[in-house]
């Protein structure tokens, strides 16, 4: 009788699938923050309309902008969730962005702040 | 399905949703993990799902799916409520298609239903924040795999003791 | 259990090997979902950058063409271009100019078309902005480097040559004429404009999904960008090289006319290329820039020339008058947003705060 399916080992060519795959994940999770340049741009949207963008060289000493229930700092450095009346405060736990790719989300207060590389956010300049 | 076999699957739905909540519960309590998404869960309560897809088939590994929706929606939020439920409405049909109609292991069940169940709910959270949830990707993929891993290799450990005690499976 | 576990055994060993392939295949679909998700946000556009209008043209064009549409876009520019500028030889402005005071000259439909707006426009800011203003703007030259202030009774002499009044349209025939000679038009306070609307009609055609050009510091966009959300446009800080703030918009086309542009300085005073076509001299009216939204890119263009020159208040009313937004940029730091745009500007420069219009 085979075994129950439970307790069914994987096979060769399961296991180094598998094994793999968790490289693959390891590979792409730690070179997407080693190879992740630097911010250039800070883009904060609400409900998925953008509410605030600006080149991080432009920004001087920290600003805090109030959006929703969520206080957003803003910064040459990066920015980062202040902030915020969501119960479980994950957003501000998320700390300062610096890098381009780099992201939070508060879900409650439907708030994301991103940080992009390349004049991302920016499409064009006028003047 | 005689009665003492429709006894048995109630008290098995009863515990699997019961180690479900639980389970939800105790991950609430972890604190966010560094480089990943806040928010984010290891997805153990899908051990439940997985037990439930191999020990009594689809129909109750979906209703598992729903219960923890619905939890999530009570215990911490609309928002939630709609990433928890979107994630187990996609990784239920796939662990129970793995474990149900192929060779492949719990463990690489798991795997599938963690990476289905974050895969649904980056879409969901790129649709309720906007194009800033992608930067998630690379951590939800890490964390599908290495939580698919664990409870793949959980539910190999328990499997042993659920089936000696209620010893059935619903084909 | 044991029902399945027999069901099991009586499917074969190649069944089985189907099957795992199905899982394997199915786990793959999901990792590549998971890995490929970013990119149905996009995909790369095409971008190019090409010199016209006497500036350069940058274009991002997000769609399968996209590449074939920048390329025929930047054609219908340079074309436009050989057509409107008055050092183009044989173009239509040149050969106008050309024939002042003397004969009605043949010109293409667009070029006929951009004169009546600009017509237009010179009528309702009161000769604000005013194509004729040619013989003043050729004067001072701030092209060349020399740098120099035109004596009061050159400008005078000049001035008698510049007015709406002189240039005359058939636009039933597609001809025109300048009455005396000595006049002469310059679209130089709209080309940049007309050139974004020049590329957009080809995106149009084209079907591109979406894309943005920008000619200077006019820019078009069209279509909706992939990545969702709005165009953000940053706006140049007159004071810096930096940005001042970010405009969002859905649509349309914007220009800014600034005193910063072309410009010199001369025993401490600031001469800037925006003439007020009434007195010769660069505008002054307390005003550092004026960004300008509107439907049209010419006329976004001609727009906030005609601003600038008229001033923060009569300016508003002029944007009015043709539906148009704008910002004005005071010299004291103040930035005033017209009604439409006070959603979708966000000030982030330092050393700027919002006021109310004046």
């Given at each position: 009788m085979r075994a129950p399916r439970s307790r069914r080992l994987p096979g060769k060519g399961e296991a180094a699938a598998l094994l793999a795959l968790l490289l693959l994940a390891l590979a792409v999770f730690f070179g997407a923050r080693r190879f992740a340049p630097a911010g250039e741009t800070v883009l904060i949207e609400q409900n998925g309309e953008t509410v605030f963008s600006a080149r991080l060289a432009d920004l001087g000493e920290a600003r805090v902008l109030e959006i929703g229930g969520a206080a957003v700092e803003v910064s040459r450095r990066g920015a980062r969730f202040l902030e915020s009346d969501c119960p479980d405060r994950l957003c501000v736990k998320a700390g300062l962005l610096t890098r381009a790719g780099e992201s939070a989300v508060c879900l409650p207060n439907r708030v994301s702040v991103r940080i992009t590389g390349g004049g991302g956010s920016i499409d064009a300049v006028t003047g | 399905m005689d009665k003492k076999n429709a006894a048995k699957h109630a008290a098995l739905c009863g515990l699997l949703g019961a180690l479900a909540l639980s389970l939800s519960y105790l991950e609430g309590l972890l604190p966010p993990l560094p480089g990943?998404?806040?928010?984010?869960?290891?997805?153990?309560?899908?051990?439940?799902?997985?037990?439930?897809?191999?020990?009594?088939?689809?129909?109750?590994?979906?209703?598992?799916?729903?219960?923890?929706?619905?939890?999530?929606?009570?215990?911490?939020?609309?928002?939630?409520?709609?990433?928890?439920?979107s994630g187990g409405l996609l990784s239920a049909p796939a662990?129970?298609?793995?474990?149900?109609?192929?060779?492949?292991?719990?463990?690489?069940?798991?795997?599938?239903?963690?990476?289905?169940?974050?895969?649904?709910?980056?879409?969901?959270?790129?649709?309720?924040?906007?194009?800033?949830?992608?930067?998630?990707?690379?951590?939800?993929?890490?964390?599908?795999?290495?939580?698919?891993?664990?409870?793949?290799?959980?539910?190999?450990?328990i499997s042993a003791v659920l089936e000696k005690a209620f010893g059935h499976r619903t084909p | 259990m044991k029902a399945i576990l027999e069901k099991?055994?009586?499917?074969?060993?190649?069944?089985?090997?189907?099957?795992?392939?199905?899982?394997?295949?199915?786990?793959?679909?999901?990792?590549?979902?998971?890995?490929?998700?970013?990119?149905?946000?996009g995909g790369s556009p095409a971008e190019i950058v090409t010199y016209a209008m006497g500036s350069y043209v940058r274009q991002t064009v997000y769609g399968k063409n996209g590449e074939e549409?920048?390329?025929?876009?930047?054609?219908?520019?340079?074309?436009?271009?050989?057509?409107?500028?008055?050092?183009?030889?044989?173009?239509d402005i040149q050969r106008l100019n050309e024939?002042?005071?003397?004969?009605?000259?043949?010109?293409?439909?667009?070029?006929?078309?951009?004169?009546?707006?600009?017509?237009?426009?010179?009528?309702?800011?009161?000769?604000?902005?005013?194509?004729?203003?040619?013989?003043?703007?050729?004067?001072?030259?701030?092209?060349?480097a020399k740098n120099e202030v035109p004596s009061a009774e050159k400008i005078a002499d000049r001035l008698q040559y510049v007015g709406g009044k002189f240039l005359r349209l058939d636009q039933n025939e597609n001809t025109a004429s300048l009455r005396n000679t000595g006049n002469a038009v310059d679209l130089g306070g709209l080309g940049k404009g007309a050139a974004c609307d020049a590329a957009c009609a080809v995106y149009e055609t084209l079907g591109v999904r979406a894309a943005v050009i920008a000619v200077g510091g006019s820019i078009g966009v069209y279509g909706t960008k992939p990545a969702g959300g709005r165009w953000n446009i940053a706006v140049r800080d007159p004071n810096s090289d930096g940005s001042i703030g970010t405009l969002s918009i859905e649509r349309g086309f914007v220009s800014t006319s600034g005193s910063y542009e072309k410009c010199f300085e001369k025993d401490g005073v600031l001469y800037h290329h925006l003439l007020d076509p009434h007195t010769g001299m660069p505008a002054r009216t307390g005003l550092l820039s004026v960004t300008v939204w509107s439907e049209n890119g010419a006329l976004s263009d001609m727009l906030s020339t005609a601003c600038f020159v008229l001033g923060e208040?009569?300016?508003?009313?002029?944007?009015?008058?043709?539906?148009?937004?704008?910002?004005?940029?005071?010299?004291?730091?103040a930035v005033a947003v017209t009604d439409g745009l006070s959603e979708s500007f966000q000030l982030t420069a330092e050393g700027y705060a919002l006021a109310p219009l004046a």
């Open positions: - | 990943i998404p806040p928010g984010a869960k290891p997805g153990l309560s899908n051990l439940a799902v997985l037990a439930a897809a191999d020990l009594l088939g689809l129909p109750a590994a979906l209703s598992l799916a729903v219960l923890k929706g619905g939890f999530a929606f009570l215990t911490r939020g609309v928002t939630p409520g709609i990433m928890s439920l662990m129970t298609l793995i474990l149900r109609k192929t060779k492949l292991s719990p463990l690489f069940a798991g795997v599938t239903g963690a990476l289905a169940h974050n895969a649904a709910q980056l879409a969901a959270a790129r649709f309720l924040t906007g194009p800033a949830a992608w930067g998630y990707a690379p951590g939800m993929l890490l964390l599908g795999v290495v939580s698919g891993l664990l409870t793949g290799a959980c539910f190999s450990g | 099991g055994a009586r499917l074969t060993e190649r069944a089985w090997k189907r099957l795992a392939a199905a899982g394997l295949a199915l786990l793959l679909v999901v990792v590549l979902a998971i890995a490929l998700f970013p990119l149905l946000d549409a920048a390329r025929e876009a930047a054609g219908a520019v340079q074309a436009l271009d050989n057509e409107i500028s008055w050092r183009a030889v044989g173009g024939h002042a005071g003397d004969d009605w000259i043949e010109l293409s439909e667009e070029t006929v078309g951009l004169l009546a707006l600009a017509q237009e426009v010179c009528e309702k800011s009161g000769g604000a902005f005013d194509v004729t203003v040619a013989p003043l703007t050729h004067l001072w030259d701030f092209d060349d208040s009569d300016g508003a009313a002029l944007l009015e008058t043709f539906g148009a937004e704008g910002i004005f940029i005071r010299e004291d730091g």
